[in-house]
């Protein structure tokens, strides 16, 4: 289905612009904690207004020491690739997927952030008791379902769980957390907040029940959150 | 109420020299893990002799690495800004209000730290079982009530829960804790050993009871701990 | 047995690029917070065309602020010093034995990772419940036998645990986390991933039981990730 | 009872390098994440031939970032100061009763450090089931009496529990860990791998039961190691 074969010049400057991002923004993955090794990885959607959008996205199995803007690998909407000396992560076929269905959708990220993806391997959702989750997420961090690598049934997963949901993240079964944004920063932003509020209410919960938060006080906490807060 | 429209001259030197000190001690939260992404702040009362004191505090939503003295803010003690390209941290009002209604308080500091915030989960105050907690706090750490940002209800909840209690540490329900000081470097520090003690207890209690420490002991050990700890 | 009184002159390029490559991944081990002090190392075997292996690995008792690859001692497959100014590692004898009974193992790790010796010291098995599991290893990851420091039964214990395993980590019982892999990267990767999986299918344990992953999509992960991942 | 007013010229050279180790070794503590904010204290003895010891150690409340050896100060072994700019560290007349009482001793470490406080605050000794805390403490680690800070009380709680057991570490109940070693640098290690085992021990039980190791095989690692580990 994907016709180009090259980055189009009018794209250069947005893709290289990109390619900066998704390379800082890879840093932060360890800086916080939520990856070892080489797992992980951030992406984001170039918009084409004259044809198919592309995708940035860190390269497969390759140190966090490694990554630099050259080495990041450009690809279709398919997953597949237009730009780069290596192989894209492993991953790129569940970015795309969610690029091609949730067209509002800017970054994607994956980890396998230990807290989140505790939750994950019980297949349970994380209940919404904190105010930095209704600000967040807006509720509970949902559960996707189990999904094998290497076709489209992760990107699938993640489309058919968070369309239509407050949430940014999702903790496929068994897996980890997927994270979704605007742009690559928010997505990372998300994925960031979805292993605090997983961490912080699991510790919570080894000693008892938290307590809930009134549907109400959460809808408030949501929507000041997603308009009011940080710089305009 | 607030009639200032600039720092008055006669506070130049004050506010230059809050706005280095509380930028640097921000530096602080993410070294001892107390905060993730932009969350957190720290902020210092301004003591103008001939008018209204002033508060510094962090910008909203600004990362920890664009964290510099001339990117702090200054407002009055309604919360409204003073002086500052960026808009306040959305907690200011909180700060504003401690600073209003307790005289005393020369620095307020604001986390989500995991431990502190998973005990404010479940409403439960942190029990004096360490020699360190009645060296600091002189006794359990108490919780606040639940509360909306936006309003004055987590300020009053602050000052309601801290006012004529050892504690420097409240931990507001659902939400997480906050630190008073006599200036922002004493209300740091209150936070972090605030998470250092929520998570001694907590692991201390996840495999049984911690052995209670009696009420005179706690007394003596904050009584020695105010007046002879440190340099003189 | 082993004739060797000096680096043969036809290996000493081999070597030196061990030392460099061993040197280079003890750095790796407190990144990733698998040891402290002291403790923890990382061997590799350098292939000798003409005769015996030998191995490179790290002294006894040196920090990991004085490790260079001048300070890596090269040794024979049966433990002892070939070339080196100080004591090799006091777990060379399980590394050597390893070496000389599994030719396909090119490196060995050894940590005492907290989590990984938590299961060890209940002699229990972490079960296959992470996809990343059944990527990298292929199924739980094993109990080795209890086997006391100084002669071969550590080594013993290792080889008849993973002999015929698909896993590349062994728990030893009481003790810690021995890897192996086709070179030392490959080892010290699997000792990273092998102190995540027991982190994170501890934390989920903590509140209630992880879902099983079945057995076919276990050997579907482990079949695509052997050969599929990463760059070629 | 102490006489001297200054650091006797003889004992010049080795105050000088004395500091410069504490100095060093002070950072060793935030580094394992044995501390928080100014907890925590390293001093060391130096014998003196000609007449009374002295102690060279912290100053109380004094910032991690801030401990150069000029800034430590030197004290008698009755706890009061001979030389330095500043109060010494609140802990130090525990220190001096250890070096009074115990010959042997060169030097003393005191932390926070969270789980082994942990085990402090429930008054549980830490069961030796793992390697290596039969090698480093020859078998569990003990449990000192509950102590007011600012008298003997703490040294003699220290003293009491250690004299005569293998241990170089102890569990002041409520408080946390003091270590010793024949050195600074042997009393560091000592709390650096008490934290280590502590948390391991911790986590195992979190899950069940860890596996008791045979006293023979204690007694055997433990011999093997005081003999044979490390650089001679």
């Not at 897996?175 to 920063?185: E, L, S």
């Not at 009134?214 to 308009?227: G, K």
Request: one cysteine or more.
């Amino acid at each position: 289905m994907s016709t180009l074969t090259e980055v189009p010049a009018a794209l250069r400057a947005a893709v290289d612009a990109a390619k900066e991002r998704v390379a800082a923004l890879h840093a932060e993955l360890p800086r916080w904690e939520l990856v070892v090794w080489t797992a992980g990885n951030v992406s984001e959607r170039v918009v084409n207004p004259d044809g198919e959008d592309l995708l940035v996205i860190k390269p497969s199995g390759v140190s966090y020491d490694d990554i630099t803007p050259d080495a990041m690998v450009v690809c279709h909407l398919d997953g597949t690739l237009v730009e780069g000396d290596r192989s894209p992560s492993s991953d790129t076929a569940a970015h795309a997927y969610v690029y091609r269905h949730m067209p509002e959708v800017g970054g994607v990220v994956h980890t396998h952030s230990t807290y989140a993806t505790a939750w994950a391997a019980r297949g349970e959702e994380i209940p919404c008791v904190l105010t930095m989750m209704a600000d967040e997420f807006g509720g509970p961090v949902p559960v996707g379902p189990f999904a094998i690598i290497g076709d489209d049934s992760i990107g699938r997963g993640i489309v058919e769980t968070l369309r239509g949901s407050r949430s940014k993240a999702v903790l496929m079964r068994n897996h980890g957390p997927f994270t979704i944004g605007t742009d690559a920063r928010s997505a990372v932003k998300a994925a960031v907040l979805c292993e605090e509020v997983a961490r912080a209410v699991h510790v919570s919960r080894q000693l008892g029940e938290p307590l809930p938060i009134a549907q109400e006080h959460v809808d408030a906490l949501y929507e000041r959150y997603q308009n009011v807060y940080g710089q305009r």
